[in-house]
């Protein structure tokens, strides 16, 4: 359903590919068929796990809105601009009974599983007397001041907190590619220190020829282009290059037959591109450099095609974009072996940030060491003074005995003789 895609889309931005769990296209298709492919059975399509903390919440909830059909009724009708802005929300005050004591039972958990979060969080830093009402504030995807009643505010908060969070996702990833590339930049060099000068120089040997390795490796297409998209069309679906047909490729890689591209499907496009240039059993092939390489070639296509920024492409758009002077005439696509990810400065303040964490984190090392020693010293301590105590009693016990045992004289008698 439109409704659906269009607000998974907001919620279900892909963190990491999963192009092998798509359905591919067979070699053989009869593309004569297209125009009767029955669409692919929405229920049976997993959505991808978010990365957003709240993951799980977002789709329980999703899906018991999906039951009520009047809600599902007022969704297929809604734009884009409408789910963003949170006016329907509203409708939530119209459904079922059954379906609001589902909400509210799936608020009371998320509830239960931030106060467990916070808790454990302060547990490990070991602060007491903290507000935990207060600490939910900085959840903004749920309305803490009613934590037991699943309300239209709590809607309009999931869904604004997840569109916004998603749309700052890839600049996140980004980020952390970066530091990913200046961690592997550092310990290589921390690496080469501790070599000596020989065995230095066969490294760095080895490691310009590693990269000369990866560099050397097929033209890849733009993004999007012409060229780009034959080459699928061809060595994917199996189709002759000379019938290709922007439209019947849409069609063939709208994979759930939604009437949208999202950018799962996208980032199926470029698999071919990418395999130019990565494998898997290369040593000079990082895939999580491949990652990388396949987001920026689908925030590229995005960025081309998708003219009011939803994240899908209708067919209108598609086609618009195969009119464009660069689908036919593109420039040269730069791979990431031609970018520079970081500069001399960066890695430099990225090395400082490093030793000062190791700096912090030995500190507390040598704190928990102390602290072990304190209680193998404390535990020693009770240990000794059990076994004192232990030792004491015997000795007790064994004077009691003595005390109650009368000893006897030679022959048998005893010495104390019994009153008269």
Sequence with gaps: MKWRTILLQYCFLLVTCILTALEAVPIDIDKTKVENAQPVDSAKIEPPDTGLYYDEYLKQVIDVLETDNHFREKLQKADIEEIKSGRLSKELDLVSHHVRTKLDELKRQEVARLRMLIKAKLDSLQDTGIDHHALLKQFDHLNHLNPEKFESTDLDMLIKAATSDLEHYDKARHEEFKKYEMMKEHERREYLKTLNEEKRKEEESKFEEM???HESHPK?????????????????????PNDFDPKTFFKLHDVNSDGFLDEQELEALFTKELEKVYDPKNEED?????????LRMREHVMNEVDTNKDRLVTLEEFLKATEKKEFLEPDSWETLDQQQFFTE?????????????ETELKKKADELQKQKEELQRQHDQLEAQKLEYHQVLQQMEQKKLQQEISPSVPGGESKIQPRI
């Design 220 to 240: 890849v297409n733009h993004p999007g282009s012409k060229d780009q998209l034959k080459e699928v069309w061809e060595e994917t679906d199996g189709l002759d």
């Design 345 to 357: 400065e960066e890695l430099k303040e990225y090395e400082n940030l490093i030793s000062i964490q």
């Design 211 to 213: 990269k000369r390795k």
């Design 286 to 294: 990082d895939m999580v450099e491949m990652e990388e390489e396949r």
